[in-house]
């Protein structure tokens, strides 16, 4: 190729830009995507590095330059040339007809008018003023006859083109519109702002209005926020159509997005229809809208009918039967559900919401309800949209009376007073009965049976509802207390499957000491953690007596989880359905002896660290002090008669330690977790031999078809192995079969080792285990 034939940077970049244009158009405007994203993001980088090389072909309206970098200082305030109005409002059929017939009668026609039928969107309103095609300014309505200027933001939004599409553009043109947030964007924004906790939003609206106020235009552009046209106000350099759904149609052309719902429509009959149509769709919609919105469709009788009060003769909206109402909250119900979380319910006085009486609301989480400061005895907002389940979304305290009462969590499970129990900075708060509370028993006995847990054969969800229906069973105990002829007269069930039902139950009596305690269905137990406990403790009476301090020295098992654990078992509802499983003969089976690594753990430096982890009164003592002193001292008894001048620390430091051994009960406790340890230690096998892959991770991926995932992790475990769910750098082996995906992939990107199946069960093999 000749160099004549190579586009200069500033063709290149002009194809680029026109390419990128286009293809924004069939997405935002069109709803036809001509590409993947991943092809535009690739040609807008060749964009952006061609416009680095030649800062001087950098233009206003190029899609580089939708984010500014420096935030403003405040936004300036815009007279709009044409008065952004309001509408009239239409709130029934009848008062639709009226304005039908009042247009009817000023006009002066007696035959059909056509109007023009859109959603109206409930979002925020802006003006767009472009020149010569190029987005010079954005601004909000305000009160309608000046706002604020809010360029660049939107600038960021892609569904309002920097440059209008066509040849030859207006000279002036001012589009109005409305800003939206799409439902599934919200929820997207809202997970988002949780999980940096930072605030979230209430609804769609105030995210957007929100968002187009950032004065920092960088935020703006992470947020999802949508652009639809639907009116001009200007027009200059080129001649008006001469009807409403003309204007749409040229806007649509020169690349604005124009709402696809809107619908041309003959007579009011006609309109009424639209407005039945998307009231019913209205929840299947991906944003908010709060009624229709009608408009005379040709501009000479728009011009005839003229204003009234600052609002169109010519248009009105026609408003759906209002999303919130005020109420006073007279009360809060805890509920429990079927996995034991706790959530408030708000008892209303009645109140007519979206055309439904509503008594009750969800008020989320304690923490929603700290955050909002909502009392007993408020008056509050509610909300609901269709469907939705109604919410209190804000109180209104200037109506707050001066007995209004704090909510707090109940002290105790309301269906079954077993103890609460809420992660430290955790959201969620769970009753800790899992195993005998009403609220959720169906899904403890379902979990229970689950093929990973005890693996009952023929005990499905339908038969466990059934059984429960017909008061044959209330805990996971009563299982292996049935008998085969009640089961038998259950529907669809007969004393063949009574029979098989029983022997399985008879056959699941004899399970890995894992996969008993995962069946328990402990909150945050996993089969990985439930492992762990069993390799560390040797057996279930130790587990069931063991202190908070041993849990926290249980692999990969953190500050919560540990306190879950040991609140499950604290509570003597759980101990006695374990005691009735036990009493029926279900035998746990593990090998007796804990783990001599766990044990080698336990030391008092340990026991020490962990007390501080969990609110000992050493915030002035580091780690390696405690180490020091649990190496020095060996016994809690030696550390609490220690004499400080033979102290290895300062004799403050050991100050300090005394006192805090003094409080709480800390001295008891640590010396009943250093007498379980001793009691382990006495167990703990004295010599074991290094597994071959101890400390290694590695991670399972594909279809095996040899032996399957859950035999070769298991031989991976017997070999001292953790098998993880996912790649890392950490990584030190994967087994690919059939079909590997994403995991392969990565171990390839990350230099990590790779078996395929054939050389792992070779592997296997030289260690002993035959497939």
Known sequence: MTSKNIPSPAEQIKQLRDQLNDWSYRYYVLDDPAVPDAEYDRLFRQLQALESEHPDLVSPDSPTQRVGDVPLEGFNEVRHAVPMLSLGNAFSDDELRDFDQRVHERLDVSGGIDYVAEPKLDGLAVSLVYENGELVRGATRGDGETGEDITANVRTIKSIPLRLRGENPPALMEVRGEVVMTHHGFAELNRRQAEAEQKTFANPRNAAAGSLRQLDSRITAQRPLEFYAYSLAQLDGESWPDRHSAILERLRQWGLRVNPEVKLCDGVDALLAFYHDILERRDQLDYDIDGVVYKVDRLDWQRDLGFVSRAPRWAVAHKFPAQEEITVLNGVDWQVGRTGALTPVAKLEPVQVGGVTVSNATLHNIDEIRRLDIRVGDTVVVYRAGDVIPKVVRAVPERRPDNAEEIDLPAACPVCGSDIFRAEGGVVARCTGGLICGAQQREAIKHFASRRAMDIEGLGEKLVDALVDQQLIATVADLYRLQAEPVADLERMGEKSAANLIEALEHSKSVSLERFLFALGILQIGEETAKALADCFGDLDTIRRAPLLLFLAVPDVGLEVAKAIHAFFREQHNEDVIDGLLAEGVQPRANGHPSAAFVRELTLGYFLKAAKRLGMALDGVGEKSLETLGGHYKTVAALAEADADEAPV???????????????????????????????????????????LEGQTWVLTGTLSRLTRDQAKAHLQSLGAKVAGSVSKKTHCVVAGEAAGSKLTKAEELGVAVMDEDTFVDFLAGHGIVV
Do not use: F, T, Y
Not at 676 to 686: E, F, H, V
């Open 650 to 692: 300062r004799p403050a430091m050991l100050a300090q330690v005394h006192n805090a051994l003094k409080q709480d009960d800390w001295r008891q406790r640590l010396e009943q977790a250093e007498a379980q340890a001793a009691g382990l230690s006495a167990k703990a096998p004295r010599e074991v031999a290094e597994q071959a």
